[in-house]
């Protein structure tokens, strides 16, 4: 495994200078630094409810005034409180037993209402059935794909989507939300939740590499997730909470929706097109209703910053004082967007510390670990920005191909354990045995190495270029040619062929020559990394495939990269010679 160098402006991976990075607060705690490359969190000691189920019922108790918001398509809100959520809930929970559910069925929900989301979501719960969301813009395909992923699960979906299914699916179509809610006299709706190791969610992920796959999450592991991030981030019942992603995904469900549950803090849902339309409305909600916790990933506290510098909002104000605690996750997150984005919204009373790194991933019930820092103190020179340490409970460890522990600043693989920790993936023994080693860690997937007691994330192993003695990862290129002339903003995906050759695909700017762009392209990539772009492959920006977080599919771009240099023979690149 290689040492690393957090080189400033982002080089090549090479032997190691320093792993002295910014701790906490944005110093350093070599006091701290460990011998090995393993992070344990602090005891999680009661994380409260043993059921999902329990949670939902304590935050109905706890609170009483609305809690759950939704903001609609054209940003008009809608408020529910937590015991007319468990009220919703149970009355559903009546109209899919008489539909046949019973406990531990699965059930798959396609459903483009929010509201009607969680309502079903939280009567699978009660009832002890397994929900499991499916992203609403896949269509009857996605969902019969899904369907069989799962095994003939049953299906609640809207009308025009249940009446599209064909075959096995379409005979386990239950109906619509509404359908099931309908009267429910002589309907038992006395929960029967499962608890503690019992199946809680089915998580539908295909990520960033390939085939679709259920991600198992237990009550314990969603349960002990919300304690820790609860415990770790001060989220309670005094706080406000402010999420975009979608509920159907679980940065939406659980990372946010199911954790202000836990805390009974009052939570508020806004549609991703509806932020993306106009970001300076992230900035509205935040200030309108005093919104302490929120998220977002790194790309778009750029664009927020950049719109705040431009005159946009020019004569606009916002107190974003009460903002103590904002996720950046998601992607990898750089030095110059924390600072850049922590300048443009001081003078609007963003606390300096209020941006927290973290990392996470559907297999951890989402974020579990987390990196608290001063903004001010950041170098925006640094390649990396650590993603912290772990939560309560939580343990993770960098190690070799072997799964032997490398010493503190080595690159190596990222695992984890914990009571997060999912056991594995649903009717995929094979896939589950090899996410896991033989002492019981997951494999993530993700490139990491320790320094002065925090976790720094430096990427995927699967966006990982190597070529020679150096190396980057993928994500390196792609914010290099960001904002490069003859390309569309952020269009760029850098992978590699089985072969290693690299490629990058990209969107090419109205006018721009593609052989020149392809030239300036590889020198510029050379340049910055020292690694051999083999071929630039222009697509169209709506052809680039990409997860709902915005990752890149790179398995699937990897099937389209050419067979040999596309390089067109009559433009020599001198400076970057063309790949044998």
């Given at each position: 495994?290689?040492?690393?160098?957090?080189?400033?402006?982002g080089?090549?991976?090479?032997?190691?200078?320093?792993?002295?990075?910014?701790?906490?607060?944005?110093?350093?705690t070599?006091?701290?630094?460990?011998v090995?490359?393993?992070?344990?969190?602090?005891?999680?000691?009661d994380?409260?409810?043993?059921?999902?189920a329990?949670?939902?019922?304590?935050?109905?108790?706890?609170r009483?005034?609305?809690?759950?918001?939704?903001?609609?398509?054209?940003?008009?809100?809608?408020w529910?409180?937590?015991?007319?959520?468990f009220?919703?809930?149970?009355?559903?929970?009546?109209?899919?037993?008489?539909?046949?559910?019973?406990r531990?069925?699965?059930?798959?929900l396609?459903?483009?209402?929010e509201?009607?989301?969680?309502?079903?979501?939280?009567?699978?719960?009660?009832?002890?059935?397994?929900?499991?969301?499916?992203?609403?813009?896949?269509?009857?395909?996605?969902?019969?794909?899904?369907?069989?992923?799962?095994?003939?699960?049953w299906?609640?979906?809207?009308?025009?989507?249940?009446?599209?299914?064909?075959d096995?699916?379409?005979a386990?179509w239950?109906?619509?939300?509404?359908?099931?809610?309908?009267?429910a006299?002589?309907?038992?709706?006395t929960?029967?939740?499962?608890?503690?190791?019992d199946?809680?969610?089915?998580?539908?992920?295909?990520?960033?590499?390939?085939?679709?796959?259920?991600?198992?999450l237990?009550?314990?592991?969603?349960v002990?997730?919300?304690?820790?991030?609860?415990?770790?981030?001060?989220?309670?019942?005094?706080?406000?909470?402010?999420?975009?992603?979608?509920?159907?995904?679980?940065?939406?469900?659980?990372?946010?929706h199911v954790?202000?549950v836990?805390?009974?803090?009052?939570?508020?849902?806004?549609?991703?097109?509806?932020?993306?339309?106009?970001?300076?409305?992230?900035?509205?909600?935040?200030?309108?209703?005093?919104?302490?916790?929120?998220?977002?990933?790194?790309?778009?506290?750029d664009?927020?910053?950049a719109?705040?510098?431009?005159?946009t909002?020019?004569?606009?104000?916002?107190?974003l004082?009460?903002?103590?605690?904002?996720?950046?996750?998601?992607?990898?997150?750089?030095?110059?967007?924390?600072?850049?984005?922590?300048?443009?919204?001081?003078?609007?009373g963003?606390?300096?510390?209020?941006?927290?790194?973290?990392?996470?991933?559907?297999?951890t019930?989402?974020?579990?670990?987390?990196?608290?820092?001063?903004?001010?103190?950041?170098?925006?020179?640094?390649?990396?920005?650590?993603?912290?340490?772990?939560?309560?409970?939580?343990?993770?460890?960098?190690?070799?191909?072997?799964?032997?522990?490398?010493?503190?600043g080595?690159?190596?693989?990222?695992q984890?354990?914990?009571?997060?920790?999912?056991?594995?993936?649903?009717?995929?023994?094979?896939?589950?045995?090899?996410?896991?080693?033989?002492?019981?860690?997951?494999?993530?997937?993700?490139?990491?190495?320790?320094?002065?007691?925090?976790?720094?994330v430096?990427?995927?192993?699967?966006?990982?270029?190597?070529?020679?003695?150096?190396?980057?990862?993928?994500h390196?290129?792609?914010?290099?040619?960001?904002?490069?002339?003859?390309?569309?903003?952020?269009?760029?995906?850098?992978?590699?062929?089985?072969?290693?050759?690299?490629?990058?695909f990209?969107?090419?700017?109205?006018d721009?020559?593609a052989?020149?762009?392809?030239?300036?392209?590889?020198?510029?990539?050379?340049?910055?990394?020292?690694v051999?772009?083999?071929?630039?492959?222009?697509?169209?920006?709506?052809?680039?495939?990409?997860?709902?977080?915005?990752?890149?599919?790179?398995?699937?771009?990897?099937a389209?990269?050419?067979?040999?240099?596309t390089?067109?023979a009559?433009?020599?690149d001198?400076?970057?010679?063309?790949?044998?």
């Amino acid at each position: 495994m290689p040492s690393v160098v957090p080189a400033e402006g982002g080089g090549p991976l090479g032997p190691l200078e320093s792993t002295r990075s910014p701790g906490p607060g944005g110093g350093t705690t070599a006091a701290t630094t460990p011998v090995t490359s393993l992070l344990t969190g602090p005891p999680l000691t009661d994380p409260g409810p043993a059921s999902l189920a329990d949670v939902l019922r304590r935050a109905a108790a706890r609170r009483t005034c609305p809690a759950v918001c939704h903001l609609d398509a054209e940003g008009r809100e809608t408020w529910t409180g937590y015991g007319e959520l468990f009220a919703d809930a149970s009355r559903l929970l009546g109209g899919l037993r008489r539909a046949g559910v019973v406990r531990g069925d699965r059930v798959l929900l396609h459903l483009g209402d929010e509201r009607e989301l969680l309502t079903v979501f939280w009567a699978c719960v009660l009832g002890g059935f397994v929900p499991a969301p499916v992203a609403s813009r896949e269509g009857p395909d996605g969902l019969s794909d899904a369907w069989h992923t799962l095994r003939g699960p049953w299906i609640v979906a809207d009308d025009a989507t249940g009446t599209a299914l064909v075959d096995g699916p379409r005979a386990h179509w239950l109906g619509s939300a509404a359908h099931l809610s309908g009267p429910a006299a002589g309907a038992d709706v006395t929960p029967t939740p499962g608890r503690g190791d019992d199946l809680a969610v089915l998580v539908l992920t295909a990520g960033s590499t390939g085939a679709p796959k259920a991600v198992m999450l237990s009550h314990r592991n969603i349960v002990s997730r919300s304690a820790g991030t609860a415990l770790a981030n001060g989220v309670g019942d005094a706080c406000v909470t402010f999420n975009w992603m979608p509920l159907d995904h679980v940065s939406g469900l659980v990372m946010f929706h199911v954790r202000d549950v836990y805390a009974a803090a009052a939570q508020i849902h806004a549609r991703k097109e509806w932020v993306l339309a106009d970001p300076l409305r992230w900035l509205d909600v935040i200030d309108r209703h005093r919104v302490s916790v929120a998220w977002a990933a790194d790309s778009f506290f750029d664009r927020v910053a950049a719109r705040v510098e431009d005159g946009t909002a020019a004569g606009r104000r916002w107190d974003l004082s009460a903002l103590a605690y904002v996720m950046n996750g998601g992607a990898p997150v750089k030095a110059r967007t924390v600072r850049r984005f922590a300048a443009a919204l001081a003078p609007h009373g963003l606390p300096a510390t209020a941006m927290r790194p973290g990392w996470g991933m559907s297999e951890t019930a989402s974020g579990v670990v987390d990196h608290r820092l001063d903004a001010r103190r950041l170098d925006p020179g640094a390649r990396w920005v650590p993603s912290g340490v772990p939560h309560p409970g939580v343990s993770v460890r960098v190690v070799d191909e072997d799964d032997r522990t490398v010493p503190p600043g080595t690159l190596g693989r990222l695992q984890v354990t914990g009571p997060t920790t999912t056991r594995g993936y649903f009717g995929a023994e094979e896939e589950t045995r090899a996410a896991f080693t033989a002492d019981g860690w997951l494999r993530t997937g993700d490139m990491a190495f320790v320094a002065d007691g925090a976790l720094t994330v430096t990427g995927s192993a699967d966006d990982l270029v190597r070529q020679g003695e150096v190396s980057c990862h993928g994500h390196e290129i792609e914010h290099l040619l960001a904002g490069f002339d003859g390309l569309l903003p952020g269009s760029a995906v850098a992978c590699t062929a089985a072969d290693g050759t690299l490629a990058v695909f990209c969107s090419l700017a109205p006018d721009a020559s593609a052989d020149r762009t392809a030239r300036e392209v590889r020198a510029a990539v050379a340049r910055r990394f020292g690694v051999d772009v083999a071929h630039v492959v222009p697509l169209d920006l709506a052809d680039i495939p990409r997860t709902p977080t915005g990752k890149p599919r790179r398995a699937r771009l990897r099937a389209l990269i050419p067979a040999r240099d596309t390089r067109p023979a009559d433009t020599p690149d001198e400076e970057h010679p063309p790949c044998s």
